[in-house]
């Protein structure tokens, strides 16, 4: 009854080690030398001065909105550009109607100026 999980279980096994095995590898065999420069705070070259607390402009957010709405966009052109012979006529407007809204929604954010950054 239960031989069937068995495959589940050797899969979970077997990540577990790939993901432990490298760690405890590099515990036992990487020097251990911690001096100042290893264990002070890095960003960027230089020394950290502000808060890493402190507040975004909302229009990186935004920015970053539309790029994950583009990048969702292509990642349905590809299944549909694999699918297109099965699905025909219908799935061909579909898509127009669906990227037509997407045209409509970019050109409506490009008049409103919320690509300018200043």
């Keep these: 009854m239960l031989e069937g999980y068995f495959p589940v ?3 979970i096994f077997v990540g577990i ?3 432990v095995a490298p760690m405890l590898a590099g515990a036992i065999l990487a020097p251990h ?7 002070s705070s890095y960003e960027c070259g230089f020394e950290a001065f502000e808060d890493a607390r402190m507040k975004f402009d909302v229009r990186y957010y ?6 994950i709405l583009f990048d969702l966009e292509i990642a349905f052109l590809f299944p549909w550009a694999i699918v297109l012979k099965e699905i025909g006529m219908f799935g061909f407007v579909a898509m127009l109607v669906f990227l037509g809204i997407l045209t409509v929604g970019f050109a409506y954010e490009w008049m409103k100026g919320a690509l300018e950054w200043e």
Aim: proline share 5%.
């Design 9 to 11: 279980l050797l899969f």
């Design 17 to 19: 080690a790939m993901g």
């Design 33 to 39: 030398r911690p001096d100042s420069e290893k264990l």
């Design 62 to 67: 935004l920015v970053a909105i539309l790029f």
